[in-house]
Structure formats: structure tokens, C-alpha cells
């Protein structure tokens, strides 16, 4: 008697947990169907939103992936990333909200990155940068909706520009055009988005690939082994070489 109770209640907790699954990853698919597909033939009147302001600027921090105090020349590349992907949004965003707001109508959108969506090992400093605009936007927008303003955050994956060095396209790396054509769909649908429908189900399928506890954990490893070795020699400050230097110092003194 007890075991068929525990036998049930088993079942029926299970058949909750799934439904619950199978629902919210069909209302995600609902949503993106929407979003991405449906707003090519189904889109948003654009005039009526008046006022637009796009926070594009961006840099990289280094080309490839790199352990943070391997960046060839640290202490410049730090200001340069701050200041560009980071002050540029707020100081922009301060000049143009308030005529917005005073019109009651505009749209801000800001370019985060899939970089910005979680945080990136060995891509550390963008991908902290980019998650910057993408925390700023969604805080933004929840502040500035009822005034009639909308900031939309796109958290692209590879487009092929100058930054990206014009790779490519293909299936998974867009033209420029293309992108924006496919994100400016996105305005007024949703506040967070991948921009386009081949960069959605990338984002999709790289967070079941790469889950947070992998990208947080120890297990991934650093990209080139070679970097990391002349970590002294390329970017430590002179000074801190220096301090890294004293006990070997110190312990010569004891000798003597
Ligand atoms: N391309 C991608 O795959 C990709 C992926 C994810 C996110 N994003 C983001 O999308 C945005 C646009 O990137 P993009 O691919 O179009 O790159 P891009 O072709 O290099 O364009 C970047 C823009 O930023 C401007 N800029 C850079 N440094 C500046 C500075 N110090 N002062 C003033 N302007 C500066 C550039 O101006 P100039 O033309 O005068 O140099 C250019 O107009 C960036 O925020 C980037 O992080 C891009």
C-alpha cells in the first residue's frame, strides 16, 4: 500500500517535471517562430517609434582567445575596451533618452554579443564588456518602457565585418545586410535577441553544448600554453616584476 503511494507519487511528479519541460521549451520555440520567422511577412510598424539610436561601436580585446594577462599591452587595451564597447553606450544613451522620453516615443538598441550572453573564458574582458550592455539594456528597457522608450539589446554571433576580419559567410557566419535586415525584424517583438534566425538556434545549441558549469569550471583549457609561459615577459608591469622578483632577493640577503 505504502509502496504503490510512493510508486505514485513518483509518477506523478515525474509527469509534472516533463510537462513543465516540454512547456516552456515549446512556448521558447513559439516565441522565436515569432521573432524570427514569422516577423519577415508579420513586422512591426518601424515610423512609429520615432527617434532611433544604435550603439554600435566596438572593439575586440585581443584576435584570438587569450588568458587575460597574456593581451599584449594590458594596461592601454583595458582603457581602449572600457571606454568603447562599455562608456560609449552610457554617455550615448545619457545624450539621446531624454528628448526620447520627453516625446514619449524612440528605440535605443545596443550591441551586445552571444560573448555577452554568458561569461567566457579566455575571451574574458569582451565577453565581460558585452555582458555589460546586455545587463545595462534589459535594466534600461524595464525603466523606460512605460515612458514609451524600448531598448532592445542584439547579442550576434559571427558577422562578417571588418572586426571579424570580412570572413567568410555562410550558413552561420551573415553578411552584414543580411543581419541587420533579419534583426531589425526583431524591433518591437522582443527585448533580447540573437538578431537573426541562424545565430537563434546557434545560441540554442551552443548552451546545451557548453553549459555554464562547463564555461565556469576549470576544464576548459587555455588556448596556446606558449602564451602563458612568457606571461612575465610580454605583460606584467615593470614594477610588478619586480615585486614578483623580491623574495628570491630577499632570500639572497639571508644568506649573506
Ligand atoms: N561582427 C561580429 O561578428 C560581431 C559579433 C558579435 C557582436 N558584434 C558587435 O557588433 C558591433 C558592431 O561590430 P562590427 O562587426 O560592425 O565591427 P566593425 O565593422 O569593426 O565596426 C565597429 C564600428 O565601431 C567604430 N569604432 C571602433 N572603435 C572606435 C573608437 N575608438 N571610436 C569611435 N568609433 C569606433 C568603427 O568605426 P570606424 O569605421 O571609423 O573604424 C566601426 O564603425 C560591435 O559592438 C561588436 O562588438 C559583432
Known amino acids: 500500500m505504502k509502496d504503490s503511494m510512493i510508486y505514485r507519487g513518483l509518477t506523478l511528479l515525474g509527469f509534472l517535471t516533463l510537462s513543465h519541460l516540454v512547456l516552456s521549451q515549446s512556448c521558447k520555440l513559439l516565441k522565436g517562430f515569432r521573432v524570427h520567422v514569422l516577423s519577415r511577412w508579420w513586422r512591426k510598424d518601424l515610423k512609429k517609434y520615432g527617434g532611433w539610436a544604435v550603439n554600435n561601436v566596438g572593439i575586440?580585446?585581443?584576435r584570438k582567445s587569450t588568458p587575460f594577462l597574456s593581451t599584449p599591452d594590458l594596461d592601454k587595451k583595458l582603457s581602449?575596451?572600457?571606454n568603447c564597447n562599455m562608456l560609449s553606450v552610457l554617455q550615448m544613451t545619457r545624450i539621446v533618452l531624454p528628448g526620447m522620453i520627453l516625446r514619449k516615443k524612440g528605440v535605443i538598441i545596443n550591441l551586445s554579443s552571444e560573448a555577452g550572453s554568458r561569461p567566457y573564458p579566455y575571451k574574458t574582458v569582451y565577453s565581460c564588456t558585452k555582458g555589460f550592455v546586455d545587463y545595462f539594456s534589459r535594466a534600461l528597457n524595464a525603466e523606460c518602457?512605460?515612458?514609451g522608450v524600448t531598448v532592445q539589446c542584439v547579442m550576434p554571433?559571427?558577422?562578417?565585418?571588418n572586426l571579424t576580419e570580412n570572413m567568410k559567410t555562410n550558413i552561420l557566419v551573415k553578411t552584414?545586410?543580411?543581419f541587420t535586415r533579419e534583426a531589425l525584424n526583431t524591433v518591437g517583438l522582443t527585448n533580447r535577441t540573437s538578431g537573426?534566425?541562424?545565430h537563434a538556434i546557434q545560441s540554442y545549441l551552443l548552451d546545451k553544448i557548453l553549459p555554464d558549469a562547463l564555461l565556469s569550471s576549470s576544464l576548459?583549457?587555455?588556448p596556446d600554453e606558449e602564451d602563458q609561459s612568457k606571461l612575465g615577459e610580454t605583460t606584467q608591469p615593470k614594477n610588478q616584476r619586480e615585486e614578483s622578483q623580491l623574495p628570491a632577493v630577499l632570500r639572497q640577503r639571508e644568506k649573506s
Open 176 to 178: 552584414a545586410e543580411d
Open 196 to 198: 537573426c534566425l541562424s
Open 145 to 147: 518602457q512605460r515612458k
Open 60 to 62: 575586440t580585446f585581443a
Open 80 to 82: 581602449d575596451i572600457v
Open 157 to 161: 554571433l559571427l558577422v562578417s565585418t
Open 220 to 222: 576548459l583549457p587555455p
